[in-house]
């Protein structure tokens, strides 16, 4: 089957042929599809790759089932509801750096603009009026420019400033004092980046803790005069504050690319006020940036849907191609080796830790932890995946923790598994692609993770095994391969036997009820 991919969005072409150069894949391209439209052009699909006109709610998302990655062309991803679709075990990928220069420029043009008044100048003499007195404007040389969140965009952007001579101050609870020195930026608290600033600029993600963050009390804070410019996400800065604050001249004028409702009404007040610069959303639109996130989205969901390398993912731990393919066979392990662990344990699931010891604690780990909690859940969650995993554990209140010891155990790299107090299970990897278990509450053995097995049990008396593989054969399933292990009180023992199909549940009662058989569990890792 071919792996279809809808595209709703003008993609530039060069990212669009590095899909088509697949033959596997299905393009689709499409206008901007919203609501019904899109989640009926979703069915079927594999990945969905978007810009900000189609909105991927939490209503479309769950109306299509298969639907494996969403890529996101540019920064944002304000329009996908991704608590959603991490809920339908869908990756949502995007390209942050793809536009980081573009819109710190078009941030810079704003705010020359702005400070000089060049539109409003523009279109006075285009009415033929030549009025020099009624746009003197200020400099920027020597201003201090307030920065919220310096991020990729406001770095660059602060970057730029400095070149002009301009104090930069900047509120981001995520960058460094170091980080802050290489940029020349002075961090502050945010209440004090109000106060200070001459030109004010918002360049962060928009969430519940940053709506309206430049709102009616900034303002209050601000000094008389203040300018404000918004190239980041309509709604961080609050409409109805900015507006009385215009009015009254606590705001000397502002320069806005995005707003709260898009496209604005015709009869904005914003749009419409004389001392507001305004654009329709053009902080990523140029050739170079168009060019560079079609093409970044573009290779990024190849990738995925190839190889499983992830790239600029969003509600995933990013991992290199080459990374990938370092960890790829344990992420096998891992997952095989959690289903057994959820297969072979009969009650319920509580407190999940895991420790990686050895090499293995260098890798990274939390996409292991994700690979082996998707085998574990399995068996209680239909649609559980590597996105959703960790979610769905502590929704279902499994506490999940990771340890990690550069000292290797019994071997170069393990996983060790403990649930609760009921299960201590560790794996390895002999070689490159051999996955086994080689101990299972306190019994060691080396039982390979593969194709249809059965565990089992038992007391540890004469006659045992014997019965097993005579109740085995007279059912007629093959046997490949038998794993034997004991515990130290040498009283109980395991046996994992690996079959050449799945047993049927008349051969699972019937060595429940063969003598000295204490537990069985039928457990299929054909396909992992």
């Known amino acids: 089957m071919p792996t279809r991919i809808l595209v709703s969005a003008a993609l530039d072409e060069g990212g669009l042929n590095i899909l088509r150069a697949h033959k596997d894949f299905e393009l689709t391209v499409v206008e901007p599809l919203n609501g019904p439209e899109l989640a009926n052009a979703l069915k079927g699909m594999d990945a969905v790759l978007v810009r900000s006109e189609s909105k991927l709610t939490r ?11 969403i890529g996101r062309a540019g920064s944002g991803v304000d329009n996908i509801d991704v608590v959603a679709a991490t809920e339908r075990g869908i990756a949502v990928l995007n390209a942050p750096g793809g536009n980081t220069v573009t819109a710190a420029e078009h941030t810079l043009a704003l705010m020359l603009s702005l400070a000089r008044h060049v539109p409003q100048a523009n279109a006075k003499l285009r009415e033929g009026v030549f009025d020099r007195k009624s746009f003197v404007g200020v400099e920027l040389n020597g201003k201090t420019l307030g920065v919220v969140g310096l991020g990729q965009i406001g770095a660059v952007l602060a970057e730029r400033c400095r070149a002009l001579n301009m104090r930069i101050v900047a509120f981001d609870p995520f960058v460094t004092e170091e980080r802050a020195r290489q940029l020349g930026v002075i961090m502050a608290p945010l209440e004090e980046v109000f106060k200070v600033a001459d030109f004010l600029t918002v360049h962060t993600p928009l969430n519940e803790k940053t709506k309206g963050i430049i709102g009616k009390r900034a303002f209050e804070l601000c000094k008389r005069g203040v300018r404000v ?3 980041a996400r309509g709604g961080l800065v609050d409409e109805a504050a900015l507006l009385e604050a215009l009015n009254s001249g606590k705001c000397a004028g502002a320069a806005l690319d995005v707003f709260e409702k898009e496209p604005p009404a ?3 007040a914003l749009v419409l006020h004389p001392r507001v610069v305004c654009t329709p959303h053009l902080g990523a639109s140029t050739i170079d940036a168009q060019e560079q996130v079609a093409e970044i989205i573009c290779r990024a969901v190849s990738d995925y849907l190839l190889t499983g390398a992830i790239a600029g993912a969003v509600n995933l731990p990013s991992l290199s191609a080459e990374k990938y393919a370092q960890v790829k066979p344990w992420l096998t392990l891992a997952r095989r080796f959690g289903t057994v662990l959820g297969a072979a344990h009969d009650g319920a699931l509580g407190a999940v830790t895991i420790s990686y010891d050895g090499e ?6 939390r996409m292991l932890t994700r690979a082996l909690l998707t085998g574990l859940l399995a068996r209680e969650c239909d649609n559980v995946n590597m996105v959703n995993a960790l979610d ?3 929704q279902r209140g499994h506490g999940v923790s990771e340890q990690h010891s550069e000292k290797p155990r019994d071997f170069a790299s393990s996983i060790t598994v403990k649930i609760g107090e ?6 390895t990897l002999y070689g490159n692609n051999d996955p086994r278990i080689v101990a299972f509450n306190g019994v060691r053995l080396e039982a390979l993770l593969e194709g249809a097995m059965l565990w089992l049990t038992n007391n540890d008396k004469p006659g045992v095994i014997g019965r097993i593989g005579t109740v085995i054969g007279e059912s007629g399933v093959n046997i490949a391969r038998f794993h034997l292990g004991r515990g130290q009180s040498k009283e109980r023992a395991l046996a994992v036997v690996a079959i050449d199909s799945p047993p049927s549940a008349e051969l699972v009662s019937k060595l429940k009820a063969t003598p000295n058989i204490t ?10």
């Not at 209503?59 to 990655?69: E, M, P």
């Not at 009921?422 to 794996?427: L, S």
Request: hydrophobic share 45%.
């Open 59 to 69: 209503d479309v998302l769950w109306k299509v089932s298969g639907l494996r990655v």
């Open 229 to 231: 410019i918004n190239c």
């Open 266 to 268: 015709k009869d904005n």
């Open 360 to 365: 293995i604690s260098r890798f990274e780990t």
């Open 392 to 394: 769905l554990a502590k």
């Open 422 to 427: 009921a299960v201590e299970a560790t794996a």
């Open 519 to 528: 537990s069985v569990h039928s457990v299929d890792l054909t396909g992992l």
